[in-house]
């Protein structure tokens, strides 16, 4: 695997965000360890304030196993 699971979880938090979104907080819960290369990746808002934008996202083993989710908050610009 070519970037961390955590990168990829905070790539994919961060597309789901919007742009001219800034990361406040994150975090990351691990599952197995043998993750194996071929992960899908899913995410999506939570819910969404004027100044906050709650969202989550999960990255699956083929097998449908969880490799590792994530939760973060992002603050929209200007606010």
Request: avoid cysteine; charge should be negative; proline fraction near 0%.
């Amino acid at each position: 695997m070519d970037i961390s699971l955590a990168a990829q979880l905070e790539s994919d938090l961060r597309k789901a965000a919007g742009e001219e979104t800034s990361l406040t907080s994150m975090t990351v819960d691990y599952g197995a360890s043998d993750v194996g290369d071929d992960l899908e990746s899913k995410s999506w808002v939570e819910r969404a304030t004027k100044s906050l934008v709650f969202v989550q996202a999960e990255l699956r083993r083929a097998d449908g196993g969880l490799a590792a989710s994530a939760s973060a908050i992002f603050r929209r610009a200007g606010n």
